[in-house]
């Protein structure tokens, strides 16, 4: 495994029942930083220009939080997915928690780019905070169906 997908404390960041594979919420927490993604800054200079970095900082401090951490979270989930022999097509269910719904239009941009075709069934959810920090905006659970897929050995 990459660590990618390890837990932040104590819980299983993924378990397969069956055919379904449920992931625990994934939030944009770079490991070998040990810190939350902050803006474009913390992303390949690649993915920055396909999010739409714009090098002026009024528009990139705001819109950069989220959109980098949108990323980075669905980017982990596709990491996780692809260690158990899946990918971002066998996501059935999304549930999306965000600090401030507002931001759901540029998260939801991000997200087309993972998902160009049939979209997961989805859950939308504003809360008042999440773990570890004030910093993370986003929280996403995914469940995939991986029918005709054997359980890999560390399931």
């Not at 959810?125 to 570890?132: H, K, R, Y």
Request: with cysteine; proline share 7%; glycine share 8%.
């Amino acid at each position: 495994m990459s660590g990618i997908g390890q837990p932040l404390a104590r819980y299983a960041a993924c378990r397969r029942a069956g055919d379904f594979l449920f992931l625990s919420g994934v939030i944009a927490v770079d490991p070998r930083l040990g810190r939350v993604v902050a803006g474009f800054a913390d992303l390949p200079q690649t993915v920055r220009a396909e999010l739409g970095e714009s090098g002026e900082y009024s528009i990139d401090v705001r819109q950069g939080p989220i959109l980098a951490q949108s990323w980075f979270v669905l980017d982990r989930i596709r990491t996780i997915l692809a260690e158990h022999g899946a990918g971002m097509a066998e996501v059935c269910r999304l549930v999306q928690y965000f600090r401030d719904l507002r931001d759901y239009p540029l998260y939801a941009r991000v997200r087309r780019s993972f998902f160009p075709g049939t979209p997961p069934v989805s859950t939308v959810v504003e809360v008042s905070a999440m773990l570890p920090a004030a910093e993370v905006l986003v929280e996403v659970e995914a469940t995939a169906y991986l029918a005709a897929r054997p359980p890999a050995e560390h399931q």
